[in-house]
């Protein structure tokens, strides 16, 4: 990665949940490949979007580090095993 590109993520990191949230989101709507998405769907999955990211800059939730929440349901999926 390039000087310039590691200064501009740094920067995007510094901005706001909601606004981190839509640039992600323009960022993954650059890759579709011209196919048609569901209008309705994308909508939807936009308002749990933001409503996610309120909750998170309220203080209303707490977030937990993925790699914790990976292990958990590793541990769990394990123990249905045995």
């Not at 501009?8 to 606004?19: Q, R, S, V, Y």
């Amino acid at each position: 990665m390039t000087a310039e590109a590691k200064r501009f993520a740094a920067e995007i990191l510094a901005l706001p949940t909601e606004t981190r949230a839509y640039l992600a989101h323009e960022l993954l709507s650059s890759f579709d490949d011209g196919a048609d998405a569901d209008a309705d769907a994308e909508a939807e999955w936009m308002a749990v979007i933001d409503r996610r990211s309120e909750e998170i800059e309220a203080g209303r939730v707490q977030c937990r580090p993925v790699a914790d929440v990976v292990r958990e349901l590793r541990a769990k999926l394990e123990a249905q095993r045995r």
